[in-house]
C-alpha cells in the first residue's frame, strides 16, 4: 500500500511539473508569435492593407509621401461623389503640398519639384472651391502632377497608373491608386468599374 501510495505520488509530481512547463513553453510560443507578427512586413499589394498605408504615410509630413496620402483620400472622395469631403481635402492636399520639403534633393530636381508643386498647388486649391464636374477637371491635371513628381521622388509602395478612356470627351483621363481594382474618381457611382490598370509604378 505504502508502495502504491508513493507511485502515485511521483506521478501525481511529474504531471504537475509537466503541465507547468508546457503552459510556459506555449506563453512563450505566444510571445514569439506576436513579436514576429509586429515585425514582419506585410505585402499591401492585394490591396487589402490600404488603412495600414494611409496610417504610415501619415506620419511623413513634409514628404512627397504625405502628398500621396492626401491626393489618395482626395481620389476616393471623388470616387464617392463626395463634393464636400472633396472640397476639404483639396485644402489639405494644398497644404501638405506646401509643406513638402525638397531641399534634400538635388538644384535640378528642387528647381522641377518647386514647378510640380506650385501647378498641384494650384489645382487642388481649385479643387477646396469647386463644384463636383470642376473638382474633376482640375484632378485630371493634378494626376498628371502626382506622375511627374513621383517620377523624381520616386515611391516607397506599388502604385497603380489607371486610365479611364471615356473621360473629357473621351480625351480620357488618368489617376493613381494604391489598389489594383478600378473605382473611378471621374464618374463615381455613374460609371464605377470605366477603365484600365495602364502600369505599375514601383
Keep these: 500500500m505504502r508502495k502504491l501510495l508513493l507511485g502515485l505520488r511521483v506521478v501525481t509530481i511529474a504531471f504537475v511539473t509537466l503541465t507547468a512547463v508546457s503552459c510556459k ?39 512627397s509621401q504625405a502628398v500621396l496620402n492626401d491626393y489618395f483620400n482626395l481620389k476616393d472622395a471623388l470616387v464617392a461623389d463626395d463634393n464636400a469631403k472633396a472640397k476639404n481635402l483639396g485644402g489639405m492636399l494644398a497644404k501638405s503640398l506646401k509643406a513638402f520639403d525638397i531641399s534634400k534633393f538635388s538644384d535640378d530636381k ?75 474618381p471621374y464618374f463615381g457611382a455613374k460609371m464605377l468599374k470605366c477603365g484600365k490598370v495602364q502600369r505599375e509604378i514601383n
Design 25 to 63: 513553453d506555449a506563453k512563450t510560443d505566444k510571445n514569439v508569435t506576436t513579436e514576429h507578427h509586429s515585425d514582419m512586413k506585410h505585402d499591401n499589394s492585394d490591396g487589402h492593407h490600404n488603412d495600414n498605408k494611409k496610417e504610415m504615410m501619415k506620419n511623413e509630413n513634409g514628404t
Design 110 to 184: 528642387q528647381s522641377d519639384l518647386k514647378d510640380i508643386i506650385e501647378d498641384a498647388t494650384e489645382h487642388a486649391e481649385h479643387i477646396a472651391e469647386s463644384n463636383i464636374a470642376h473638382q474633376r477637371e482640375h484632378f485630371k491635371v493634378l494626376s498628371k502632377d502626382m506622375v511627374d513628381m513621383i517620377a523624381i521622388t520616386g515611391t516607397s509602395m506599388k502604385i497603380y497608373e489607371q486610365f479611364c478612356p471615356m473621360y473629357d470627351n473621351n480625351k480620357g483621363g488618368a489617376w493613381l491608386s494604391m489598389n489594383k481594382e478600378i473605382k473611378n
